[in-house]
């Protein structure tokens, strides 16, 4: 990875028929193991990769060309760094084909490279998937208003694994290949993770990166005290390529559920903190993933946030990397399902940063989900209402440019949860002409983007005076009077 580092994808692929009778024209469809993972067609030239998966060949050149790793149904991620003949397949398939009425025509090399260009083009717009907030089913008529808190959204459950997990390093010593004699010897790898010795520390945390990657049943017995306290030592190593492999071999680690507390609570925060601040450009990558994996536990949430690790988190957002600011920003979306992280996150300045990407249309999605949490809260609110957040949403829901309708619901949820401002919402919210754009969402948005809308509009239409009197709110004076008192923070 690091500066050169390529952009991978991951696309789960599921080969079921459409029907239990298959139609006469179906019955000679060739056996699904002479298919190809990636195209479903029937392989030609058949190879084996180094994680033991077969592709035709053709496949195999698109995705490395594109950058593109997918993940199979039993959620693995096949390894393209070799790439062997499968010469007893091939003949096998020959032999079908010859035996057989099956008749076509291998696909060629640009056909496949389209095929997986849509492929990423799909996945870009299906990343995101999360339910969204569950918010009060009803809104007072009355100026209590103010004093409600949004009920905290859920967790976004889809999206559990770091982006970096199981992509290749710059890093990776080829001649390093571990003895797989002793690759699960506990004691032999904290041996040489705890050597003296640099090329034994990297031996270590090499092999145990490889074990862990692959192997489940590796994680959890693997992720002992005694293991946690040597990777402890060699997180912050001044030499890039131990530095690099103990921080992925971390986040295979942590992507065994019962691992997460006992990582954190092994004192691993701390030194991921100091690298993701300063480490190796490809560690810092790996060091933002595993944050993001442990905040998914809910134990770990609080301390993650009072270690220290929301403001390196928010600096990363502006990373040179797009895993590291991908899973930057998701560590903040689960970190702030938290009361306490959400104020200090706002005491940061964090809600400057969120909005200045939503603004620019960056990674829009799941900031949305950031500033959403964000909103839940009186001091998130004031923030990001003082931040201009309300013109700014009301502007995104104007321009209809939105990458898929789970990142118009964000926006509109965000929006909702800013209606707890009160009267200050109300006069933002007129000026920014927000009853026009959210009667367009009554209209055509999704279930859950029509209710908040309705919801909002509701609250625009509420009487502050005696009821059936007009509303007497001077909407240019209150709007001037936040503008001054702003001015005097």
Same mark, same amino acid.
């Given at each position: 990875m690091g500066n050169g580092a390529k952009q991978r994808w991951r696309f789960s692929f599921h080969w079921s028929p459409t029907h239990t009778k298959k139609p006469q024209h179906q019955k000679h469809l060739p056996p699904k193991e002479f298919l190809c993972p990636i195209t479903r067609t029937l392989m030609y030239d058949p190879v084996i990769v180094s994680s033991g998966h077969t592709f035709d060949r053709n496949s195999i050149e698109a995705c490395l060309s594109l950058s593109f790793s997918p993940t199979l149904p039993d959620g693995s991620v096949p390894d393209f760094t070799n790439i062997i003949p499968n010469l007893a397949l091939k003949s096998t398939i020959l032999n079908y084909i010859m035996s057989s009425s099956f008749r076509s025509k291998p696909l060629d090399s640009q056909s496949v490279i389209e095929l997986v260009k849509e492929m990423k083009l799909k996945i870009s717009t299906t990343t995101i998937a999360s339910e969204l907030t569950r918010w009060p089913s009803h809104l007072s008529s009355t100026s209590s208003l103010e004093s409600v808190t949004p009920t905290t959204p859920l967790p976004l459950t889809t999206t559990t694994r770091? !982006?970096?997990y199981s992509s290749s390093s710059s890093s990776d010593v080829e001649t390093l290949t571990p003895n797989p004699t002793s690759e699960h010897n506990e004691n032999g790898i904290i041996a040489k993770i705890k050597s003296s010795l640099v090329h034994e520390q990297e %031996?270590? &945390?090499?092999?145990?990166?490889?074990?862990? =990657?692959?192997? %489940?049943?590796? =994680?959890? /017995? +693997?992720?002992?005290? @005694?293991?946690l306290?040597?990777?402890r030592s060699l997180i912050t190593s001044k030499y890039a390529s131990v530095q690099v492999n103990c921080v992925a071999a971390l986040v295979n680690l942590s992507l065994e559920k019962t691992n997460k507390v006992k990582i954190v609570r092994a004192g691993i925060v701390p030194p991921l903190i100091d690298v993701l601040r300063g480490g190796f450009p490809e560690a810092q990558e790996h060091a933002a993933g595993?944050?993001? !994996?442990?905040?998914? /536990? /809910? @134990?770990?949430?609080t301390a993650i946030g009072v270690l220290g690790a929301l403001q390196p988190l928010v600096h990363a957002l502006r990373s040179d990397s797009s895993r590291a600011r991908s899973d930057s920003t998701l560590a903040l979306y689960h970190l702030t399902l938290v009361e306490s992280n959400r104020v200090k996150l706002v005491k940061l300045g964090g809600v400057v940063v969120l909005l200045d990407m939503v603004g620019s249309g960056y $990674?829009?999605?799941?900031?949305?989900?950031? +500033?959403?949490?964000? *909103?839940?809260?009186? %001091? #998130? =609110?004031? *923030? $990001?209402?003082?931040? #201009?957040?309300?013109?700014?949403?009301v502007d995104m829901l104007k321009r209809d440019e939105f990458d898929s309708e789970l990142t118009r619901e964000?926006? &509109?949820?965000?929006?909702?949860? +800013?209606?707890? #401002? #009160?009267l200050r919402f109300k006069g933002l919210a007129k000026e920014a002409g927000v009853e026009e754009v959210l009667q367009n969402v009554e209209e055509r948005g999704t279930a859950r983007a029509k209710a908040k809308a309705r919801r909002i509009l509701a609250f625009m239409r509420v009487k502050y005076e005696e009821e059936g009197e007009e509303e007497t709110v001077d909407w240019e004076e209150l709007l001037n009077s936040e503008e001054a008192s702003r001015t005097h923070l």
């Amino acid at each position: 990875m690091g500066n050169g580092a390529k952009q991978r994808w991951r696309f789960s692929f599921h080969w079921s028929p459409t029907h239990t009778k298959k139609p006469q024209h179906q019955k000679h469809l060739p056996p699904k193991e002479f298919l190809c993972p990636i195209t479903r067609t029937l392989m030609y030239d058949p190879v084996i990769v180094s994680s033991g998966h077969t592709f035709d060949r053709n496949s195999i050149e698109a995705c490395l060309s594109l950058s593109f790793s997918p993940t199979l149904p039993d959620g693995s991620v096949p390894d393209f760094t070799n790439i062997i003949p499968n010469l007893a397949l091939k003949s096998t398939i020959l032999n079908y084909i010859m035996s057989s009425s099956f008749r076509s025509k291998p696909l060629d090399s640009q056909s496949v490279i389209e095929l997986v260009k849509e492929m990423k083009l799909k996945i870009s717009t299906t990343t995101i998937a999360s339910e969204l907030t569950r918010w009060p089913s009803h809104l007072s008529s009355t100026s209590s208003l103010e004093s409600v808190t949004p009920t905290t959204p859920l967790p976004l459950t889809t999206t559990t694994r770091p !982006s970096c997990y199981s992509s290749s390093s710059s890093s990776d010593v080829e001649t390093l290949t571990p003895n797989p004699t002793s690759e699960h010897n506990e004691n032999g790898i904290i041996a040489k993770i705890k050597s003296s010795l640099v090329h034994e520390q990297e %031996e270590g &945390v090499v092999s145990l990166r490889n074990i862990t =990657r692959i192997g %489940e049943s590796a =994680r959890a /017995d +693997l992720c002992t005290p @005694q293991l946690l306290s040597g990777i402890r030592s060699l997180i912050t190593s001044k030499y890039a390529s131990v530095q690099v492999n103990c921080v992925a071999a971390l986040v295979n680690l942590s992507l065994e559920k019962t691992n997460k507390v006992k990582i954190v609570r092994a004192g691993i925060v701390p030194p991921l903190i100091d690298v993701l601040r300063g480490g190796f450009p490809e560690a810092q990558e790996h060091a933002a993933g595993a944050l993001f !994996s442990l905040s998914l /536990d /809910d @134990q770990n949430k609080t301390a993650i946030g009072v270690l220290g690790a929301l403001q390196p988190l928010v600096h990363a957002l502006r990373s040179d990397s797009s895993r590291a600011r991908s899973d930057s920003t998701l560590a903040l979306y689960h970190l702030t399902l938290v009361e306490s992280n959400r104020v200090k996150l706002v005491k940061l300045g964090g809600v400057v940063v969120l909005l200045d990407m939503v603004g620019s249309g960056y $990674m829009s999605a799941r900031v949305l989900l950031v +500033l959403g949490n964000l *909103a839940a809260s009186v %001091e #998130g =609110r004031a *923030a $990001m209402l003082n931040g #201009g957040a309300v013109g700014c949403f009301v502007d995104m829901l104007k321009r209809d440019e939105f990458d898929s309708e789970l990142t118009r619901e964000s926006c &509109v949820a965000a929006l909702y949860g +800013l209606s707890f #401002g #009160g009267l200050r919402f109300k006069g933002l919210a007129k000026e920014a002409g927000v009853e026009e754009v959210l009667q367009n969402v009554e209209e055509r948005g999704t279930a859950r983007a029509k209710a908040k809308a309705r919801r909002i509009l509701a609250f625009m239409r509420v009487k502050y005076e005696e009821e059936g009197e007009e509303e007497t709110v001077d909407w240019e004076e209150l709007l001037n009077s936040e503008e001054a008192s702003r001015t005097h923070l």
